[in-house]
């Protein structure tokens, strides 16, 4: 059976301070890791990974992965209060399913 | 001009009875999925759909059975609801997987939190 595990389970910082997410996983046929960041709605997509060693970044957020040790790191740099979020961690394997891990709460403190 | 949108976004319901969540998307995706996300905010796989035809079956009881008119709508109806099934159930969607991998990520919907009294 597909497996995520996201660590830490939350973590508090203050503004200005970087975080880094920790997500491993077990997943056969695998196509891709996601990551979102999810408040109090919908998970809202921040990055898809499919090749290792390549970091995709988006503002103060990047992502990186590894696929021959199974992991993937989520940074965020210059934290903000509006990063404060469950970050979540899923993998792609076939037929598009989405196994999901279960998440990091960040809170950012003023 | 929500990309996907599910109706309700609020169900309190007493056990033992039937009801339904719909789902839509003006994404002009293929593919489309429901989710159960329970209170340790594991969100786990039930259904998905591709082009109207069930790919995804995940072990969900009987008792849930989604149903998809058309590519853009799937909706979950629920007979005999349970305690355990108070959750929050998300919509999303995506393109076809069969384009690749990598290329689609999944779009979600606001979620449907269902209360069992």
């Known amino acids: 059976e597909d497996k995520v595990v996201q660590s830490p389970l939350s973590l508090v910082v203050h503004e200005g301070d970087t975080v880094t997410l920790n997500c491993s996983y077990e997943v056969t046929n695998f196509r891709s890791l996601l990551w979102y960041k999810q408040e109090k709605k919908a998970p809202t997509f921040l990055f898809m990974l499919t090749s290792s060693g390549i970091e995709k970044k988006s503002g103060r957020l990047s992502s990186i992965l590894d696929k021959k040790e199974l992991f993937s790191i989520l940074n965020i740099t210059a934290t903000q209060t509006g990063d404060s979020a469950v970050y979540l961690c899923?993998?792609?394997?076939?037929?598009?399913?989405?196994?999901f891990g279960g998440g990091t709460r960040v809170l950012v403190k003023p | 001009d929500t990309a996907v949108s599910q109706t309700p976004k609020y169900l309190v319901t007493q056990m033992g009875n039937d009801k339904s969540i719909k789902c839509e998307q003006n994404?002009?995706?293929?593919?489309m999925y429901w989710y159960k996300q329970d209170s340790k905010k594991f969100l786990k796989i039930m259904f998905s759909?591709?082009?109207?035809?069930?790919?995804i079956n995940e072990t969900v009881p009987n008792r849930f059975s989604p149903k998809s008119p058309d590519k853009a709508h799937l909706n979950l109806h629920i007979n005999s609801l349970e305690l355990g099934d108070s959750a929050v159930y998300f919509c999303?969607?995506?393109?076809?997987?069969?384009?690749?991998?990598?290329?689609?990520?999944?779009?979600f919907g606001d979620g449907t939190r269902l209360s069992i009294l």
């Open positions: 899923a993998v792609e394997g076939a037929g598009n399913k989405l196994t």
């Open positions: 994404l002009g995706h293929d593919t």
């Open positions: 999303a969607s995506s393109q076809d997987p069969l384009l690749g991998p990598g290329n689609q990520p999944q779009h």
């Open positions: 759909y591709n082009n109207k035809e069930l790919i």
